[in-house]
């Protein structure tokens, strides 16, 4: 028993004080997105930090939201119960009781958050199927061929042996014939959803029905 009460007094003296009352703290209707507040570092979990910024509850921090600097395995790593931060208001819902901040620039974030939406609007997987025809924009070149932005979830890629002027430019490299900018026509040739990858190819297999049309 006596080790057991000294186990928890030590418990109660390792609590951070929070510095803001609770009868004085601010309501979370009052917040906006990318408000910059000053808070205390409350507790941590492996997904990331407790932070109290004097709202009607604490913010959390996503590990994610620490640094995009250095990769942060546990929040222990850069923060400590008691630090005092800054942070930014990420998004605040009075109805639920829940905040969420970042220690990132809010340029950041925003920039984030336009490439969430714009994923949301994108093609997924289950989608595709195999010999689907798509038209899409060549993004990057690489030494065994490019990727292509066709609208879904993740960039397709055309192996330089799947571009129709492969055939007048053997040994080049890939560039010489496939630049970042070109439309392209395209054909699912593979879908791999575990690695959510697809593999296309710019030559029209011969098993579809209807005409050829040439690639210019």
């Keep these: 028993m006596f080790v057991k009460k000294e186990q928890q007094k030590k418990k109660r003296a390792s609590r951070v004080k929070r510095p803001t009352p609770l009868d004085q703290r601010t309501p979370l209707s ?3 997105p990318g408000m910059e507040l000053t808070g205390t570092v409350i507790s941590l979990v492996n997904f990331g930090a407790y932070i109290d910024v004097g709202t009607e509850c604490d913010g959390l921090l996503h590990i994610s939201q620490i640094s995009r600097d250095v990769f942060v395995e546990h929040p222990k790593q850069v923060l400590t119960p008691g630090d005092e ?3 930014r208001v990420r998004a605040a819902s009075p109805e639920l009781k829940k905040l969420q901040v970042t220690m990132l620039p809010m340029e950041l974030v925003e920039l984030e958050r336009e490439k969430r939406e714009e994923l949301e609007d994108r093609i997924p997987l289950e989608d595709i199927q195999i010999d689907d025809e798509l038209w899409g924009e060549i993004v990057r070149v690489t030494d065994y061929g490019a990727y292509v932005e066709v609208g879904a979830i993740t960039d397709g890629f055309l192996h330089f042996m799947d571009h129709p002027l492969w055939v007048d430019h ?3 490299h890939p560039s ?8 392209i026509r395209s054909w699912v040739s593979d879908i ?3 690695r959510q990858r697809i593999k296309l190819t ?3 297999p011969n098993h579809l029905p209807g005409p050829r ?3 210019r």
Excluded: C, I, K, P
């Design 192 to 194: 791999d959803s575990e």
């Design 170 to 172: 053997h040994g080049s």
């Design 30 to 32: 009052e917040l906006t």
């Design 85 to 87: 931060v800054t942070v």
């Design 213 to 215: 049309r040439e690639f």
């Design 202 to 204: 710019a030559n029209r």
């Design 176 to 183: 010489e014939f496939m630049s970042v900018g070109d439309r």
